[in-house]
């Protein structure tokens, strides 16, 4: 059924109690909502909520990796525009973001970079509007922002993964499919040796982004509530003083006190040209072992070419002992669960 059709009829829930159950997967633990699979046939918007696109040739591998899944493509109104170093201005951005949402015929969504920017849009984005049409959002980086704000104010799962510039790698295409078009508990494999910093086992939902961004929102109404999460981070350009005084930040705004589990993915291009420093390895294990609970790092979830598609707010598990993290379950709704209610 396509989501037309379903719009459609969807009013018949609320004179067909019965039928609510079969809804069931369609909410986290923590009441978020599941964004129906991805399917071939389907069409993609493309925005721009952040900075700009500047290569035409991104434009092209963007469209031949969604295309090749069997996917059709629409871009924002907005998403080649330039105002400084934006892709429009603040207005047309978060334009192009509610139309994607609001567009029955739009399936999900993709950002085609990160950057910065997507805070400001902030004020002008329908929640109520996004709530009621409810659709994948996919992307990472400055993305991390609206991950935070779409979970908090439209009780949305969203998706940390790779963004319409991405590198798309062998990995990444295959964990996107795997997460939003098969529907998989996928388990995420990395090409990468996770390495330890704490043993033991965690199940939460998995939480997270980019720490830099993460650290924005600390104080503000977007700041998220990582309770009982297993909190993954990733970052680029800094070096390890930064990451110290960022995870130090996240400490004493609490957000590190009550987490079940930790993942730092990669820190591209992250160093100290001085000496003498603290390694990467050391600043997160005076950080994290201390907490007692497991955690690892060097995950492919960054500004990397292999970068895993994380459901924000789902379930899964980090196996320190093992080395392994997986989901346990679907971070999508099925299409079928949906066709089978009526």
């Known amino acids: 059924m396509k989501r037309t059709d379903f719009l459609k009829q969807a009013g018949t829930l609320a004179l067909a109690p019965t039928l609510l159950p079969a809804f069931a997967n369609r909410t986290t633990r923590k009441g978020l909502t599941k964004p129906i699979q991805l399917s071939e046939g ?194 680029i350009g800094e070096p390890s003083y930064k990451i110290d005084r960022m995870l130090t930040h996240l400490k004493s705004a609490g957000l590190l006190d009550d987490i079940n589990g930790f993942i730092f993915g990669q820190c591209t291009n992250c160093g100290d040209g001085t000496a003498p420093t603290f390694t990467l390895e050391e600043v997160l294990k005076q950080h994290i072992e201390p907490l007692g609970i497991p955690a690892v790092y060097n995950a492919d979830i960054g500004h990397d070419e292999d970068n895993f598609t994380i459901p924000q707010g789902v379930k899964g598990e980090l196996n320190a002992d093992r080395k392994t993290i997986r989901l346990l379950e679907p971070g999508v709704t099925e299409r079928e669960v949906i066709h089978d209610s009526f």
Not at 75 to 85: F, I, L, S, T
Not at 124 to 130: H, K, Q
Not at 168 to 188: C, E, N, P, Q, Y
Not at 201 to 215: C, K, Q, Y
Request: glycine fraction near 10%; hydrophobic fraction near 35%; include cysteine.
């Open 42 to 235: 389907d069409t993609v918007g493309l925005v721009a909520p952040a900075g700009i696109v500047f290569d035409e040739a991104d434009y092209d591998r963007m469209e031949r990796v969604l295309k090749d899944y069997g996917l059709n493509i629409k871009y924002g109104e907005h998403v080649r525009d330039r105002h400084g170093y934006f892709a429009g201005r603040d207005k047309d951005r978060a334009k192009d973001l509610n139309n994607m949402f609001g567009d029955p015929d739009i399936d999900g969504i993709v950002a085609v970079r990160g950057g910065w920017g997507c805070a400001r849009i902030l004020p002008y984005l329908d929640f109520e509007m996004i709530k009621n049409n409810p659709k994948i959002y996919c992307g990472f980086s400055d993305n991390t922002t609206l991950h935070f704000a779409l979970m908090k104010y439209a009780n949305l799962v969203t998706y940390h993964g790779p963004t319409g510039n991405s590198d798309w790698s062998d990995l990444t295409i295959d964990h996107f499919k795997k997460v939003l078009i098969d529907g998989d508990s996928a388990r995420m494999e990395s090409n990468s040796e996770l390495k330890l910093i704490r043993q033991g086992r965690a199940e939460g939902p998995f939480m997270g982004g980019n720490l830099t961004i993460l650290t924005t929102t600390l104080g503000t109404s977007y700041q998220p509530d990582t309770s009982g999460a297993i909190l993954f981070l990733e970052d």
